[in-house]
């Protein structure tokens, strides 16, 4: 990636930037934007995991009766109200102890998740470890912020397959004790995006320990947790729970997914104290805390359950539709957690082009949310991301447009 300076005779660009690759979706622009779809078809971005069920109607109304607040600056910390909503809907939510979890001590507001899994970098990574360059380890594939976050912090990426071999989870305990001893901090998102794999107490019980064996920071990305198909997944804090030990451990969950919010920008960090110490104290230098009105609409959220279980059942009859037109085909599976279909079809890039250009339709190579084996191989290229945000019926012709044009373009292949 080339970047471009203003023409001043000094460089003035930071060179790690040099090393990040284009996003995703700029990368899917540039393959489909050239391209003509059909003009007698309705456009469907499925490219995007940004829900588009309806939120709750008190979202609205609590942000209006709150309006006057947003000649306020809002608290870094988060207000009270909010603090102890995400408190009380933890211990409940996992069956965490009275007591493990305190509002003040244990719990940050952060504007989505994105922001706040990037600025952990900056916390979790030293100029050092084992005398190298540290390591931050995070699944293949991946969101693409982790790998954003390793670099900016002058971190060295590790991408640890996440194949359909080893239940599209990482075997982060496998690595050779070079990396492992250099390792700073362990990115891991469960419910998996884009798989759906959901990690079980025993695999995150194993994680967590590992953290402690070689001294990383271990974050886990929770923010699909609230969609899932069957039993809840376990969170990391109830692994935690039962020794009592945060040392070390960060979990992120967001309303963005749980609650069809994606533009309130609202989530929370939990876990480790004195992690939450150094993570407020960056808040205050470069955060960006949510307007109050954001946080009073938020704290309702986190203390209303029938939204979200209404959410779930709405996802739960897309996968069954999902189930009846594609089961058999294209390697489908129906994923434990999450909104995203994994498909195996061959060639992502050309599959895609062939879904817009004959079809209408978005979606995203999996190549694009993966890296390469040193080997140069992407193992994420046969795949493509789709995501079911759209309503039963929008994904319902979605699904049957899909379904014809991969049949036709893998017949052909």
Known sequence: MNIQTTGTDHNIINPRLDRLP??????????????????NLQPLSLSLGEPQHPYP?????????????YGKYPPVAGTPEFLEAVSDWLQLRY????????AHRHIAPCAGTREALFRTAFLAVPPEKAGQQPIV???????????GAAIAAGAKPVFVNALAENGF??????????????TALVYFCTPANPQGA????????????????YNFTLVVDECYAEIYDGDPPPGTLQVCAQDGNLSGILVFHSLSKRSNVAGLRSGFVAGDPDLMVLFRRLSEYGGSPSPLPVFAAATALWRDEEHVVANRGLYSEKLDLAERILSNRFGFYRPLGGFFLWLDVGDGEAAAKELWSKGAIRVLPGSYLAAEDPDGRNSCTPYIRVALVHNRELMEEALGRMAEILEEYCEGD
């Open 137 to 147: 380890l995070m699944p293949n594939p991946f969101y693409q912020c982790y790998a």
């Open 57 to 69: 109607d008190f979202v609205g109304e609590i942000i209006d009766a709150n309006r006057h607040l």
């Open 95 to 102: 069956g965490l102890p009275n007591g493990m979890i305190e």
């Open 198 to 213: 959901v990690a079980s107490q025993s695999y995150l019980k194993g994680l967590v320990a590992l953290s402690r064996q």
């Open 22 to 39: 284009d996003y995703p979706f700029e990368r899917l622009r540039g393959l489909l934007d050239h391209l003509l779809a059909p003009d």
């Open 169 to 182: 989870l990482p075997d982060f305990a496998k690595l050779d004790e070079d990396i492992l001893s250099r």
